[in-house]
């Protein structure tokens, strides 16, 4: 049952490939309303554990648009100053999501709990009845005056005429190129970006961090203590709420890079001391009674951990991949991203137990833990810094040195011709506020 959300994540992002550049951004985000609350109709309703399955297939239907839709949206309508913030903001509302369900699931009853969340999904969208839709989508389209009521609106400035112009430009040089697969994956100049998103979706869901918070309440049933199930749980979702905090102060501040390589190696660490608790306790068969006074070890590492990603990649990862690629491939990128974290996210999820049946959990952490040096190493030889830098700006990043029949010097001319472009735009936008003062 939990590996069949995997499928349905695939699916979902796939029809968002398609229902994407087809609706629009926003018309997308309300579509992603109606799997959710059919899937939570039926949990409510199932008296047949196959209901269950295709629940699960559904909330995974809807994941997967969600989080291709609201991550192309987010980096389209948002300045580069606040991108990261709004971005790791959704994630925080997910380990918000994550800490009443972990509240209050263990004390109400299956049917009233599932009957409470109905609502949430009517609430969801009729709340986003109200987003406008994407500038940069209505430039793709050629619909420049809708760009200029959508800038309006997200500005809340009377004179948008100059970032309008520098939208159009930049609109206009990433759809010069191609929109499909083929484009995509052919390319040389995607080709880091491939290589980074790859790199980053294959660390980040092998380092097991949604796996291990689906099986939490086994794994805690293994640890040598006296505290409640519930208890771990609760303790678990608050942590991650509150930490979620700290990475909407952080993403902006410190950086992408540096929090990435960091939290790879914090995560690494914890993971290989709740690992090596689970060696002794399995392969070195230490006294249980011995290990009893231990049994907080493993459970505060977890912790640690989920403390340190949720700082780190897993609220960051998401952030990069809406912002290395070009708008003319966004949405085939999204997609293609999501389908290759489904099949990981199901392979990780059904070889769980099957590694575990192997090898103990004290393999299973260490395997988790390995991956996540690797994941530092990689970050840290692949991953350029994208705070405070425009889309276009992190496009000349990616693409520099890209064999596009373009000599090295060349594209350093081209850099310098787009940021004294972003500064006469900036100059005049200061003239037309002086302009503005002076005849009120």
């Known amino acids: 049952m939990l590996a069949i959300s995997a499928p349905g994540f695939v699916v979902g992002s796939i029809a968002t490939r398609f229902i994407l550049d087809m609706m629009g951004r926003r018309s997308t985000v309300l579509t992603s309303a109606v799997p959710f609350a059919c899937g939570t109709w039926i949990a409510a309703t199932a008296n047949k554990h196959w209901l269950l399955y295709i629940m699960n297939f559904l909330w995974g239907f809807g994941t997967g648009m969600v989080s291709i839709v609201v991550t192309i949206y987010l980096a389209e309508i948002s300045d580069k100053d606040l991108r990261g913030r709004l971005s790791v903001g959704t994630r925080f509302m997910f380990n918000f999501g994550n800490l009443i369900m972990m509240s209050i699931g263990p004390f109400l009853s299956y049917e009233v709990l599932n009957f409470s969340i109905l609502v949430l999904p009517f609430i969801f969208f009729t709340a986003c009845l109200w987003i406008p839709e994407s500038p940069y989508y209505y430039l793709k389209e050629g619909k420049v005056e809708n760009a200029r009521k959508s ?15 520098l939208l159009k430009h930049n609109v206009s040089e990433e ?42 309440g086994r794994i805690m049933q293994e640890i040598n203590t ?100 070009p708008l003319n491939v966004k949405a085939v990128a999204m997609t293609s991203l999501n389908v290759f974290g489904g099949f990981l996210g199901f392979t990780v999820a059904k070889g769980y137990q099957a590694v575990k049946n192997i090898s103990g959990l004290c393999g299973v952490f260490w395997i988790f833990s390995s991956i996540a040096i690797f994941g530092a190493i990689f970050s840290y030889l692949t991953v350029p810094e994208t705070r405070g830098k425009s889309l276009r700006e992190i496009q000349d990043i990616l693409n520099f040195g890209a064999s ?27 003239e037309t506020d002086v302009k503005n003062e002076i005849c009120d």
């Open 151 to 165: 800038l309006l609106r997200l500005k809340n400035d009377e004179n948008v005429e100059d970032e309008l112009e």
């Open 175 to 216: 759809m010069k190129s191609s929109s499909s697969a083929k484009e995509l994956f052919t390319g040389a100049q995607y080709r880091r970006p491939i290589i980074i998103a790859a790199g980053l979706k294959v660390m980040q869901m092998m380092t097991g961090a949604m796996t291990i918070q689906q099986y939490l």
């Open 226 to 325: 006296d505290m409640e199930l519930s208890t771990f749980l609760i303790i678990f979702g608050a942590v991650k709420f509150i930490v979620g905090i700290m990475s909407l102060i952080l993403v902006d501040k410190v950086g992408r890079r540096p929090l990435l390589i960091y939290s790879f190696f914090g995560t690494a660490f914890s993971l290989a001391v709740a690992g090596t608790y689970f060696f002794l306790q399995e392969v070195a068969h230490v006294n249980q009674s011995s290990l009893r006074s231990f049994g907080y070890i493993p459970f505060i590492a977890i912790i640690v951990s989920n403390v340190i990603s949720t700082v780190g990649f897993n609220s960051i990862i998401r952030i990069i991949h809406g912002e290395i690629f």
């Open 404 to 430: 596009n029949g373009l000599d090295e010097e060349n594209r350093i001319n081209d850099i310098h011709i787009e940021k004294d472009e972003c500064t006469e735009l900036k100059q005049l936008r200061k």
